[in-house]
């Protein structure tokens, strides 16, 4: 009796109806720009240590926009890979966030 009350071969029910009436699914995502996610991230993350003037032997500041779009993919290469923060790894969605900046064309 329990399989039989399972089996359905319509998909209708595994995805939420549109209510708004406006065809959007709500799959598509937000535009990652500088100032709404990238720079609160350094903030939490880098400015310890990349802040003006640098501390802690880093080599440089990453306190504005023009820095930190200059060095984007090295920033992406040393949080992807570990280097950076020192304190650990940042979590992936914090990685991928900083990669969607990127491929977004690091808007500010």
């Known amino acids: ?11 209708e029910d595994l995805t939420p109806p549109d209510e708004t009436g406006d065809g959007d699914d709500g799959d598509n995502t937000t535009e990652v720009t500088y100032t709404a996610d990238i720079a609160p991230l350094l903030s ?24 930190v779009q200059s060095r984007a993919s090295g920033i992406f290469n040393r949080t992807n890979n570990g280097t950076m ?10 990685i991928d966030l900083i990669q969607a900046w990127i491929n977004a064309g690091t808007p500010e």
């Open 1 to 11: 009796m329990l399989i039989a009350a399972c089996s359905s071969e319509s998909t």
């Open 44 to 67: 939490s993350n880098c400015l310890g240590c990349h802040s003006n003037p640098p501390q802690n032997g880093a080599p440089m500041a990453l306190t504005t926009f023009s820095a």
């Open 85 to 94: 923060p020192p304190s650990g790894k940042l979590p992936q969605a914090n």
